[in-house]
């Protein structure tokens, strides 16, 4: 059995990643026959251990029937990013800094507006309004449809 393995990295991990977890693992139920196979988790890089998914995530995602009230964030660590293939952040910087400080996993990490072929940040809602959530949701969960294939193939291992 191949484990594919996806992490998504956003900054405070209750917001971006934990939904874009959410919409992954819904999708791949969805549109992947193997999709208990997958491994989906998130963190952040600067995440308050333990924190829960900030409010609006979690009413944006059960709008969408997606439960995401047992989530708590947790911070990137070396010990976390050797477990997954393909690390998806939501911003440059994010890229950028997860590849300098874990040179080991440079290869693995992606925007993930990349995997559809486009360079775009995923804006940082907090402290919005519920809307903002809203088309946070949406852009993250565009994004995961223009580059599913790509996710699969990288999430696989295959480079």
């Known amino acids: 059995m191949n484990i594919k393995s996806v992490l998504f990295v956003c900054t405070a991990n209750i917001c971006r990643s934990p939904m874009a977890e959410a919409l992954l693992r819904a999708r791949l139920q969805k549109e992947q026959p193997d999709w208990r196979e997958w491994q989906v988790e998130s963190a952040g890089t600067w995440a308050l251990d333990g924190e829960m998914a900030a409010r609006y995530s979690r009413q ?29 952040t939501m911003e440059p ?4 800094a997860l590849q300098i400080e874990f040179p ?3 290869d693995r990490v992606y925007l993930l507006s990349e995997m559809g072929g486009t360079v775009t940040t995923v804006d940082d809602p907090y ?13 993250i969960d565009q994004m995961l449809a223009r580059g599913m294939q790509r996710i699969v193939a990288l999430a696989s291992g295959e480079k």
């Open 104 to 106: 080991g996993i440079a």
């Open 60 to 88: 944006v995602m059960a709008e969408r029937s997606l439960d995401i009230s047992g989530h708590r964030g947790r911070t990137v660590s070396a010990e976390l990013l050797k477990r997954f293939n393909l690390v998806l």
């Open 93 to 96: 910087g994010q890229k950028e």
């Open 127 to 139: 402290g919005r309004a519920v809307e903002a959530y809203q088309q946070t949701a949406e852009k």
